[in-house]
């Protein structure tokens, strides 16, 4: 009897090491097959794509990609959205929520304002994921960040940043360019820190708006938008009537303006030469014009310097009579 009980055991143990056995050897059969994928049929070809499948979730959350940052420009309505998804039907239970961090203000509840700032107001229509914050007439003040708020049993938070900018107007060599008479003249306007191109850009000349079909002629404009937007005005053949005030005013900026000198070089110099050389000018002159003694690379070096002196001189006499006369008043009076 004994015998037998102890035939019985050990078969019993033998089986149980070759179900053992056999149970960890079909697991390794498994982990070393390659691991298949979710694919998609292709004309008739099964492809594997390796796609990772998201599982559903059940409560509201936030959707980042349609919920961002915004800069907007000063003065025009900003937009900042908020999109939840999976709320459904609950919204008479989880309400949506816009906060102003800079003073923890409660601005906005569902389709609902609370705020005495008329600039603000909610948007949201039915069956839509989006709640948005309008802000009319935006400042500078009203940058900063927003929380987006669901009444969850633990409030869920999405934070979005607003920036007020204003675009600037500059104009390359204001605030006066020198033009030698019979030249191009070549004016830039440059808006800086605009996240949009302005709506239009116009040139004026002495508080007249420039046409460029006027009967002068060679005025042409070229503007180039990009990340920074550039306005080019191009006037050919300058002549001292064009010179004065020109001014670049951009839709969403502030003008800027410029003064040209339109400057017939030659006929300065011929002034300057008859003030340091009266009655021996002319004859000088004609003595330069004759073909068997023509001014020499030194003589013209030498005028041209004494021209440039003599300029310089007369603006300090200039300015030693007002002083001197200034002085003569103060010490009279």
Known sequence: ?????????????????????????GAQRESSKPKEYLGTYVN???????????????????????SKNVTALLGKTAYLNCRVKNLGNKTTILQ?????????????????????DQRFR????????????QIKYPQHRDSGIYECQVSTSTPMSHYIHLNVIEPSTEIIGAPDLYIESGSTINLTCVILNSPE?????????NNAIITYESPRGGVSVLTKKDETTT????????????????????????????MVHVLNVKRKIKQVLRILFPGEFPAAMQRAARPHHPMSSNHYLFVSISVLFSTWFLAFGNLFKL???????????
């Open 44 to 66: 008739g070809a099964h492809s594997k794509n390796n796609i990772e499948i998201e599982e559903p979730r059940s409560g509201p959350f936030f959707d980042k990609t349609a």
């Open 197 to 205: 191109p302005p709506a239009y850009i116009f040139w004026n000349h």
């Open 323 to 333: 002083l001197c006369t200034q002085c003569c008043w103060l010490t009279t009076g």
């Open 122 to 133: 909610a948007l949201h229509h039915p069956h839509s994921e989006d709640w948005i914050l």
């Open 231 to 258: 306005s080019f005005l191009l006037i050919k053949s300058a002549r001292p009537s064009d010179s004065g005030q020109y001014q670049c005013n951009p839709s969403n900026s502030k003008s800027k303006s410029v």
């Open 96 to 116: 949506v929520s816009w906060v102003r961090h800079r003073d923890i203000h409660l601005l906005t509840v569902g389709r609902y304002t609370y705020t005495s």
């Open 1 to 25: 009897m004994a015998s037998q009980r102890t035939i019985f055991v050990l078969l019993m143990e033998t089986m149980l090491f070759f179900g053992a056995s056999y149970f960890v050897m």
